[in-house]
Antibody
Framework: QVQLVESGGGVVQPGTSLRLSCAAS????????MHWVRQSPGKGLEWVAV????????RYADSVRGRFTISRDNSKNTVYLQMNSLRAEDTAVYYC???????????????????WGQGTLVTVSS | EIVLTQSPAILSLSPGERATLSCRAS??????LAWYQHKPGQAPRLVIY???NRATGIPARFSGSGSGTDFTLTLSNLEPEDFAVYYC?????????FGGGTKVEIK
């Protein structure tokens, strides 16, 4: 079955960087888009970013554009989230999730998100 | 960005009752709406996509309806495992956005 395992979370100071990884298995990773979604303490879900199946395109939430970069390595079945210039408001559980798929004829993801990993906690604090 | 407003924030019901959750979009999103279930300590799970299609493994007591700006998720005959927070999400435009959530709690 599909497995998504996030890693790389931790406690960091404001202004620093962190890279999250998500190892995927149980499906043809190179065929579908991948998402990152986060949940701040006591808050709801916030979509962060998506990357196309082949890495050719990315989209970001306004709150992270220019600071975060999503990438993937299809040879390693892994998707990444590089987070720079971290702020206190970036504190959250970060979930890696698979696009439901299949992609359309243009290669675009469906933007329905499932399944999700268990998440990794990122705390930005001085 | 498209804002999704969910109501009520909290719904207190007993097992066996019917739950009706609302999601209103700030502009028309056609039928490009999904619902997710999220329980504490677990990964969120897709319940409904494209307004009314049940995701794999979701029982028939879950149903969705609506179009344009007003959408509803109905849980008929609530089971103990249905008590959770439910979020709506739109894919009509970038960025993808979620509603603030409705908590369905045991009365």
């Amino acid at each position: 079955q599909v497995q998504l395992v996030e890693s790389g979370g931790g406690v960091v100071q404001p202004g620093t960087s962190l890279r999250l990884s998500c190892a995927a298995s149980g499906f043809t990773f190179s065929s579908v888009g991948m998402h990152w979604v986060r949940q701040s303490p006591g808050k709801g879900l916030e979509w962060v970013a998506v990357i196309w199946y082949d890495g050719s395109q990315e989209r970001y939430a306004d709150s992270v554009r220019g600071r975060f970069t999503i990438s993937r390595d299809n040879s390693k079945n892994t998707v990444y989230l590089q987070m720079n210039s971290l702020r206190a408001e970036d504190t959250a559980v970060y979930y890696c999730a698979k696009d439901v798929g299949p992609r359309d004829r243009s290669g675009h993801p469906t933007n329905w998100i499932d399944p999700w990993g268990q998440g990794t906690l990122v705390t930005v604090s001085s | 960005e498209i804002v999704l407003t969910q109501s009520p924030a909290i719904l207190s019901l007993s097992p066996g009752e019917r739950a009706t959750l609302s999601c209103r979009a700030s502009q028309s999103i056609s039928r490009y709406l999904a619902w997710y279930q999220h329980k504490p300590g677990q990964a969120p799970r897709l319940v409904i996509y494209e307004t009314s299609n049940r995701a794999t493994g979701i029982p028939a007591r879950f149903s969705g309806s609506g179009s344009g700006t007003d959408f509803t998720l109905t849980l008929s005959n609530l089971e103990p495992e249905d008590f959770a927070v439910y979020y709506c999400q739109q894919r009509s435009d970038w960025p993808l956005t979620f509603g603030g959530g409705t908590k369905v709690e045991i009365k």
